[in-house]
């Protein structure tokens, strides 16, 4: 048993070592082998490395001769709207919030007011818009290009025109037999007070950015320091138990 192990760890030891004294080249430094001099070899010339072709640009830019473009690269099913709205709640709302009027917990913290997709503009841009947007950052907003794959921002591009129209739903975007509710009466039938749909206002904790574009102030006294005692829970100040879970503070307290 004993002889079988040292025996083991003599060969394992044997093979590093061979790997470790072996010819290779380290990243960034010369050769003699090539003609060139150099160890990192050049692309070959009219190749393109598996997955990268990207020969459909629409779908990979937005952008239709220099201009984005209207309208989706690929047809909307309930399973693209499923999966744009789980990709929205993951990477947007902590900004955008879920009804994606720019006021997410981030924002309540301190980060520049995100867009309002309720807008006379956001409603009218073109669908390219929100997907160079996501892929190219936007003013203070960072881009998304690394975290969210292109297929998956298409996505979220229909979830948001699906955002649009709920805040702003006609009885003529129904199917006969449906009813357009206002969130207010669905808050009531939940239990919760009517006022918890109306739009809501940044807390007093919120740190005010300056307008877009413009170095960030920090106030000269901090929002907590009247509170006294100095203790860091003061931040925290309690929600209304109705107004929590969706991470709003009612105008009127
Ligand atoms: C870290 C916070 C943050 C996150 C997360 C975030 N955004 Fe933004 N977003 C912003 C800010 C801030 C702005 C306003 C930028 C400005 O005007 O300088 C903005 C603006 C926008 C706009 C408006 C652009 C315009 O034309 O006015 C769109 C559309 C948008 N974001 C989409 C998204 C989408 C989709 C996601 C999720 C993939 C997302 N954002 C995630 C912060 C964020």
């Not at 004294?21 to 050769?31: C, N, S």
């Not at 629409?58 to 201009?67: L, P, Q, S, V």
């Not at 199917?175 to 357009?180: I, K, L, T």
């Not at 904790?205 to 170095?215: E, I, K, N, S, W």
């Amino acid at each position: 048993m004993a002889a079988a192990t040292s025996l083991l760890l003599i060969s394992g030891l044997g093979c590093r070592q061979d790997m470790h004294d072996e010819p290779k080249f380290f990243p960034q430094r010369g050769t003699d082998f090539y003609a060139d001099g150099r160890s990192v070899r050049p692309q070959v010339a009219n190749t393109v490395a598996r997955n990268q072709l990207h020969a459909d640009t629409y779908f990979y830019t937005g952008f239709i001769n220099g201009k984005e473009g209207d309208g989706m690269p690929f047809p909307v099913t309930m399973k693209v709207l499923e999966r744009g709205q789980e990709r929205y709640n993951v990477y947007c709302t902590p900004c955008h919030s879920r009804v994606g009027n720019g006021m997410g917990m981030i924002v309540d913290r301190g980060y520049a007011h995100a867009g309002d997709y309720h807008t006379a503009r956001l409603e009218t841009a073109p669908l390219g818009h929100f997907f160079n947007v996501m892929t190219n950052g936007y003013g203070a907003m960072p881009d998304y290009s690394a975290q969210i794959t292109p297929i998956d921002r298409w996505a979220i591009v229909a979830y948001i025109k699906a955002l649009q129209l709920s805040q702003k739903a006609t009885q003529a975007d129904v199917p006969a037999g449906a009813q357009v509710q206002p969130l207010s009466s669905i808050a009531e039938k939940e239990g919760l007070p009517a006022n918890f749909a109306d739009q809501w206002t940044l807390p007093p904790t919120a740190v005010r950015g300056t307008p877009d574009d413009q170095p960030y102030v920090l106030p000269a006294t901090p929002p907590n320091a009247a509170s006294g005692s100095g203790a860091p829970v003061a931040s925290h100040t309690p929600k209304s138990p109705a107004a929590a879970p969706a991470g709003k503070t009612a105008a009127k307290q």
